[in-house]
């Protein structure tokens, strides 16, 4: 996988835990993905919703888009649609995905790039494959998360963030066998450049055959572990872990380890409970039934997207 690619060597490296005096978080539950059409009709597999939302929580849904080789005039998007109340947050491993929106917002994001797209009090959004491939075809590899936005901050008018591959925080593990990415949030001390209304950290892992990778975990945070391809094991009793399935962690403890038995990619989530009520219905998410409806009104009515987005860089202020 292209994403980005290091020399665990060179990097920063994550410190070491003690095996007998580390908390380590055991596995509550393992589910595997299950397979939707979206859009134009391109395949995705979901791992959730589908646990408990209340185990997820402050994430609404993961979507793991391929890896799937596409021929000439075969790749497919997903065309214009509202959204409100919610972040999407779409990382592209391989190939090349356009996102444009109603006012003039988006971009192209390709091999390691993720754009951010802050929702907020709503807009339409359109996210398509380049011409480029799908004219010519080639991979196609990534992954979209929405993250759930507080009550207080439902309203807050929408934006971007263009985090560029070079932009994510690059570190290895305390053995040099596995590259960390972060995202977004912090692991250890280290911050990565996503700005976040709501407490998250948002990893993207490697790890090479047998190697083994144990992060340091806020003791508040819930955590998920996603396969994106290869098999491993994970949690304190070493729960077996592959492509299209999603580990859902017991919230006690200050640890998380996994190892790999093959080359081994996957992404590793967790954050802060709303714990607010939850009100949804497809891309609107509000925390009550007459938002919802209000949505749907301001939709139909041509209410949605007429707020400027500005583009934002790590540089600026983070929310918090």
């Known amino acids: 996988m292209p994403a980005v690619t290091a020399d665990t060597l060179t990097l920063p490296r994550l410190p070491e835990l003690p095996e007998a005096a ?29 646990v408990d939302l209340a185990l997820a929580d402050p994430f609404l849904l993961l979507d793991h888009m391929g890896a799937v080789e596409y021929g000439p005039g075969e790749a497919k998007g997903a065309p214009w649609h509202p959204h409100r109340g919610f972040e999407t947050v779409t990382y592209m491993i ?33 996210e398509l494959p380049s011409q480029d491939l799908v004219a010519k075809g ?15 901050a439902k309203w807050t008018p929408p934006r971007y963030q263009d985090i560029s591959a070079q932009d994510t925080k ?32 948002y990893l993207h892992a490697t790890l090479s055959p047998h190697a083994r990778l144990t992060l340091p975990w806020p003791t508040d945070f819930n955590a998920m572990v996603y396969v ?25 403890g200050a640890a998380l380890t996994m190892k ?10 967790g954050g802060l409970p709303l714990d607010e009520p939850v009100a949804r219905y497809g891309p ?37």
């Not at 595997?32 to 979206?38: G, I, S, T, V």
């Not at 356009?98 to 807009?123: C, K, N, R, Y």
């Not at 305390?174 to 911050?191: C, P, T």
């Open 260 to 269: 790999a038995d093959t080359t081994w990619d996957v992404l590793i989530l």
């Open 228 to 252: 994106l391809s290869g098999r491993g094991t994970t949690g304190a009793e070493h729960r077996p872990l592959e492509e299209g399935q999603l580990a859902v962690f017991e919230h006690d």
């Open 284 to 320: 609107f998410v509000m925390n009550t039934r007459a938002e919802i409806l209000q949505a749907i009104e301001d939709f139909q009515a041509g209410r949605l997207g007429r707020t400027h987005v500005p583009h934002v860089t790590s540089t600026d202020e983070e929310l918090s």
């Open 138 to 152: 080639g991979l196609l590899h990534g992954v979209q998360l929405w993250v759930n936005l507080p009550k207080a």
């Open 22 to 50: 580390t908390a380590w978080r055991k596995v509550r539950k393992v589910v595997r993905a299950q397979k939707f059409l979206e859009g134009e009709g391109f395949q995705v597999r979901r791992p959730f919703p589908g």
């Open 94 to 126: 391989d190939g090349a995905f356009v996102h444009e929106d109603s006012t003039g917002g988006g971009g192209l994001i390709t091999d390691g790039d993720t754009q951010w797209m802050t929702a907020g009090s709503g807009l339409l959004h359109s």
């Open 170 to 201: 690059l570190l290895s593990s305390d053995d040099g066998g596995a590259l960390v990415r972060v995202i977004a949030g912090d692991v250890a001390g280290y911050r990565g450049p996503g700005m976040t209304h709501t407490p998250i950290t």
